[in-house]
């Protein structure tokens, strides 16, 4: 069984910074994309980064320049740093990673709330 354990969310100051990990577990497949989302009330959940098993990385467009996706293969782990975090960026974010074979999973979330 597949297992997704994210930390790091929390409530900020606008122009803060957050830094949010996801480690997987529970699986002998290897994984390859891993990525993070986020879904704000009332909203649909949307990309918010992605990274590749080689490091190809990709980001919507809100957040280039502010948020860095990464990963760290030997603890299936991802993460998200999040720079100069606006009122906007507040949302539920999930993580998610694809293993081979067996498909996606996702996170069970975390709260990321910007507000002075």
């Known amino acids: 069984q597949v297992q997704l354990v994210e930390s790091g969310g929390g409530l900020v100051q606008p122009g803060g910074s957050l830094r949010l990990s996801c480690a997987a577990s529970g699986s002998a497949f290897s994984i390859t994309a891993m990525g993070w989302y986020r879904q704000a009330p009332g909203k649909q959940r949307d990309l918010v980064a992605t990274?590749?098993?080689?490091?190809?990385?990709n980001y919507a467009d809100s957040v280039k320049g502010r948020f860095t996706i990464s990963r760290d293969n030997a603890k299936n782990t991802v993460y998200l740093q999040m720079n100069a975090l606006k009122p906007e960026d507040t949302a539920v974010y999930y993580c998610r990673v694809v293993l081979v074979v067996i498909g996606g999973y996702w996170g069970q979330g975390t709260q990321v709330t910007v507000s002075s």
């Open positions: 990274i590749t098993s080689g490091g190809s990385t």
